[in-house]
T-cell receptor, first 114, second 113 residues
């Protein structure tokens, strides 16, 4: 069975500071891992995904995430936060039989302080 | 990625009534999904809808409460029946479209009074 733990339901950073959102997964099989972003009053937008290719994955809007099997982690980072990054971020995991079995974390709300 | 639209985008309903939410995608897809996002919480899968077969419901969700239609490869509906205030949520549809990835619609924001 797959599961995801997102540490920190709320994260605040100053504009221009590093963004680090943590995600740890549990999976009995090699996983697919995803980060989605939800802006206020909108649906979910795919930021990036890991599907067993390169362990460092680059996504949209300057975000990237690194798959670390030894740590069972898939943390999301961005070198310099922008005000427009304020949103809810969800980490999700599926097994490699397909994305139909997608398990979401509880989400992290990112606040960017001017 | 696939472009997904949902109607209505939001609604306010009275308890005891039903609301049907539509999901339209611009490409033919085999698998469509319906999720519920209760206030301040993460997403919970309601059911998987494949064209030509009955929807598969997750534990805690039943067809009588959340009937789903999937008449073709680009369209699905979810009905929230006999609503109560506890049904106030965001309802999202998604599709699996290429590369084992789900893409989401903008959601339907439902408030039940």
């Amino acid at each position: 069975a797959q599961s995801v733990t997102q540490l920190g339901s709320h994260v605040s950073v100053s504009e221009g500071a590093l963004v680090l959102l943590r995600c740890n997964y549990s999976s009995s099989v090699p996983p697919y891992l995803f980060w989605y972003v939800q802006y206020p009053n909108q649906g979910l937008q795919l930021l990036l995904k890991y599907t067993s290719a390169a362990t460092l994955v680059k996504g949209i809007n300057g975000f990237e995430a690194e798959f670390k099997k030894s740590e069972t982690s898939f943390h999301l980072t961005k070198p310099s936060a922008h005000m427009s990054d304020a949103a809810e971020y969800f980490c999700a995991v599926s097994d490699q039989t397909g994305a139909n079995n997608l398990f979401f974390g509880t989400g992290t709300r990112l606040t960017v302080i001017p | 990625s696939a472009v997904i639209s949902q109607k209505p985008s939001r609604d306010i309903c009275q308890r005891g009534t039903s609301l049907t939410i539509q999901c339209q995608v611009d490409s033919q897809v085999t698998m469509m999904f319906w999720y519920r996002q209760q206030p301040g919480q993460s997403l919970t899968l309601i059911a998987t809808a494949n064209q030509g077969s009955e929807a598969t419901y997750e534990s805690g969700f039943v067809i009588d409460k959340f009937p789903i239609s999937r008449p073709n490869l680009t369209f699905s509906t979810l009905t929230v029946s006999n609503m109560s205030p506890e049904d106030s949520s965001i309802y999202l549809c998604s599709v699996e479209y290429r590369e084992e990835t789900q893409y989401f619609g903008p959601g339907t924001r439902l408030l039940v009074l």
